[in-house]
């Protein structure tokens, strides 16, 4: 029911920066209770969780990322996106928005975009 959709640029050159943008379908993003998250996969690598933004806008990084990340929101377009500066090759990654939220002390993820390979290569 529920429908994520990322978009932006497939390739982006090191030392720029990486934008994505998920369009989110079938629920709203200030809806309590859940929150919008994006999530990464480099090439051969398990899934790494990025950073968090909650209903309410407020917002969480992974500490290996926090010093580049930021994550924003268009509540009008049911849009929320990541600007990742500062790029490298080992920012090359499958990156995946998701609908998280807590049971308990476990986050889970219900929703999940189909996912987009953004390449970082001059």
């Known amino acids: 029911q529920v429908q994520l959709q990322e978009s932006g640029p497939g390739l982006v050159k090191p030392s720029q920066t990486l934008s994505l943008t998920c369009t989110v379908s079938?629920?709203?993003?200030?809806?309590?209770?859940?929150?919008w998250t994006w999530i990464r996969q480099p090439p051969g690598k398990g899934l790494e969780w990025v950073g968090i933004?909650?209903?309410?806008?407020?917002?969480y990084y992974s500490p290996s990322l926090k010093s580049r990340t930021s994550i924003s929101r268009d509540t009008s377009k049911n849009q929320f996106s990541l600007q990742l500066s500062s790029v490298t090759p080992e920012d090359t990654a499958v990156y995946y928005c998701?609908?998280?939220?807590?049971?308990?002390?476990?986050?889970?993820?219900?929703?999940w975009g189909q996912g987009t390979l953004v390449t970082v290569s001059s």
């Open positions: 933004i909650g209903h309410d806008g407020s917002t």
């Open positions: 998701a609908r998280e939220f807590k049971n308990g002390s476990l986050s889970q993820y219900d929703y």
């Open positions: 079938g629920g709203s993003i200030t809806t309590s209770y859940y929150a």
